[in-house]
């Protein structure tokens, strides 16, 4: 696939940015403001990335962001993208991005209302699996097993990470779709399909967070790569609710899941009984979603 | 002059309509909801002239009004108590933000345990989120003001709240001045503020800052409010030459040699004015402006005719305290020469105020002289 990824006349992040070294959320949106740019509109949610961007009048990235109180992204995307439609500014994208806490929790009812109401914009949520611009205290994104600072030794994340797609599914939204950070021609390919399609339209971005999850700022790319392949977190898209396609998946078999969680401090001391059970819900997850795409054929 | 028999509530809408939004958002919270089925009508028969957008909670609708305003739009949305407290957050924020937006509140009791009655505690308890609050005691007011806040709120760029009781004065019906809608766009115009999201130009707006450029944003606001009085009398000598009506940010009612005066804000204003001809030697004060708080304008009030008592009708009670006005207005003369005793009736839970409970009141304040605080239950 023929990209422009290092196309720097495109770029609309600037650097100087404040991520910590190896962010995959940093990575995500440098991504994703370059595929969606120069047009663009952001709303931006209580998350890394409100540190990110840095400190007004000073600002990391090439576009306007409209910073907004921690639950209520989606109904401020739904009044950026209608004022600006009333100002006459069709063309200009809105995106909304926000943290797997802006998503999956206190930011829920916003995104359901605004899905619901198949609001005209794009909803990017950067998952990296917990509350880490606090310091890593466990979401409802947060894997079973995963170690937080609410959930310290002998403590772990019970109950299983919410399946936010099949929630964005049942709203019957035009597009939705996964991505990640090792594979930007997929994100890239999304994220421009999604911009030419009208309503309400949800990105989930897995994004590594080097101090959160506990490894080498080097080890983002192949920690996404490594979700990828065990099948924790499936590429994949969704349209109109109801037609789920792989979009892209590595040949062969999948890896072990325990590959993918022994690089990583916040699964250290995970039991071996937990993680064949975690192990057990991924092939059963990817067992339902490889019946739903026989099912769209 | 096209007068028509129309509530509170529907006035608050008409008057939005007459204005021209680019966005209403709304939430339905009894007793508020005649406002956005009114406008839900005016957009049904396509005489909106902007979005209407039926959110999944008051929250959700003021900050979809926020979105809207800071791309430009002039926005408004209506709410009562619960609702209102639930919006606490973005309340706060939209003044940060200093986008003009404006609000509708239809005073309601805030539970527990569930009540309907026009406690004003709901509003009040937004005393501090920086924005403008001003009361109405009838449906010409709720109809003329709202036409004002928008005025008054793109001017300062500070969001405004109009303020009136649940039923008394959102479901009772009075034969109302509506001014068609020429004259209104006339008169107000299209939004005179720039939006804050423009496309095409990068900006971070509203992100981390630090308590040093804090307290110069919170200062600026705080100037911006206390140009409110001001702003809104050159609203109203405007209103007065093209309607002939017109407001102030306190509305004196008092006879001459009146050493009392009864202060009132929304419809126990109205009832006061009523009964002011059975009460000898009394004056009304109507508290229309609560935030800025109208000081100056009630120290001259109170000077100039020589007051020496004020008695405060409070739906509403600051628990610990008492009512809010009566604080408010104790705070406002502390330092004053030949400073007013100032008396606390409280009406707290919305409850009634009768032309006999006041003619009782001033009638045992002349007897009893200085007496603090009151409870309405007891004066009946």
């Not at chain 2, 102030?248 to 004015?273: C, F, Q, S, W």
Request: charged share 20%; glycine share 8%; hydrophobic share 40%.
């Amino acid at each position: 696939m023929k990209t422009d990824i290092m196309n720097h006349e495109s770029e609309m992040l600037y650097a100087g940015h404040n991520a910590c070294p190896g962010c995959g959320a940093a990575l995500a949106v440098r991504y994703l403001t370059r595929a969606l740019g120069p047009d663009l509109a952001l709303v931006l949610t209580a998350s890394c990335w409100s540190i990110i961007t840095g400190m007004p009048p000073l600002t990391a990235l090439k576009c306007p962001i409209l910073h907004c109180p921690f639950p209520s992204a989606g109904s401020v995307g739904s009044g950026v993208r209608r004022g600006l439609n009333a100002k006459g500014q069709y063309d200009t994208t809105v995106v909304v991005l926000a943290g797997d806490g802006g998503t999956f929790d206190i930011g829920l009812q916003a995104l359901s209302g605004a899905a619901q109401r198949n609001e005209d914009y794009m909803f990017v949520c950067y998952d990296n699996e917990a509350y880490m611009n606090t310091g890593m205290q466990t979401s409802s994104a947060t894997p079973f097993g995963a170690r937080t600072a609410t959930a310290p030794y002998p403590l772990f994340k019970e109950g299983q990470k919410k399946d936010i797609m099949q929630i964005m599914a049942a709203h019957s939204i035009p597009y939705a779709a996964t991505a990640t950070v090792a594979f930007p021609e997929d994100m890239e390919r999304k994220l421009k399909k999604a911009r030419e399609i009208r309503g309400f339209r949800f990105i989930h971005i897995l994004s590594p967070c080097p101090p959160g999850w506990g490894t080498e700022s080097s080890d983002t790319i192949h920690l996404s790569r490594q979700a990828v392949a065990t099948g924790f977190f499936p590429l994949y898209e969704i349209i109109n609710g109801v037609s789920w396609k792989m979009t892209c998946q590595p040949e062969g078999k999948r890896l072990p899941l325990k590959e993918y969680l022994s690089g990583q401090r916040r699964f250290k001391q995970m039991e071996d009984v937990r993680i064949e059970a975690l192990q057990e819900e991924v092939d059963h997850d990817w067992e339902v979603l490889l019946k739903r795409i026989e099912a769209s054929k | 002059m096209a007068f028509e028999l129309i509530s509170g509530s529907q006035a608050a809408a008409i008057a939005v309509q007459r204005v021209g939004v680019d966005l209403v958002s709304a939430y339905p919270i009894t007793p508020q909801t005649a406002i956005v089925e009114t406008l839900a009508n005016f957009d049904a028969r396509g005489e909106l002239g902007g979005d209407f957008v039926s959110v999944e909670s008051e929250y959700a609708a003021l900050a979809c009004a926020y979105g809207a305003a800071a791309a430009g739009a002039r926005a408004f949305t209506a709410t009562a108590s619960h609702g209102l407290a639930y919006m606490h957050e973005m309340i706060h924020w939209c003044s940060g933000a200093r986008v003009p937006i404006v609000m509708v509140n239809v005073n309601r009791t805030i539970g527990a345990p569930w009540c309907l009655d026009p406690d004003q505690g709901d509003s009040l308890s937004q005393r501090d989120t920086g924005w403008m609050q001003i009361y109405c005691s009838g449906a010409q007011e709720v109809l003329d003001t709202v036409m004002q806040a928008f005025l008054l709120s793109e001017e300062l760029l500070l969001p405004c709240m109009v303020v009136f009781d649940g039923f008394y004065i959102s479901h009772t019906y009075e034969a109302v001045d509506v001014p068609d809608q020429k004259t209104v766009r006339d008169f107000i115009g299209p939004p005179p503020f720039e939006a804050q999201v423009k496309p095409g130009a990068p900006a971070n707006l509203h992100g981390l800052t630090t308590g040093d450029n804090q307290i110069e944003l919170i200062r600026g606001r705080h100037e911006a409010m206390k140009l409110a009085p001001q702003s809104f009398k050159a609203i109203n000598s405007r209103f007065q030459e093209t309607f002939g009506r017109s407001y102030g940010a306190i509305d004196p009612v008092i006879p001459d040699g009146a050493k009392t005066v009864i202060l009132a804000a929304g419809a126990t204003a109205e009832t006061v004015r009523w009964a002011l001809p059975k009460m000898q030697d009394t004056g009304l004060l109507q508290l229309r402006m609560f935030r800025p708080f109208p000081r100056e304008e009630l120290c001259s009030a109170l000077e100039e005719h020589g007051v020496e008592k004020v008695i405060v009708i409070d739906r509403n009670c600051s628990t610990g305290m008492g009512g809010i006005f009566a604080q408010e207005l104790r705070s406002a003369l502390y330092g004053m020469d030949n400073q007013p005793d100032v008396q606390d009736i409280i009406l707290a839970g919305g409850i009634d105020l009768t032309i006999e409970m006041l003619e009782r009141i001033v009638r045992e304040e002349k007897a009893e002289g200085h007496v603090e605080q009151k409870w309405g239950v007891d004066l009946r």
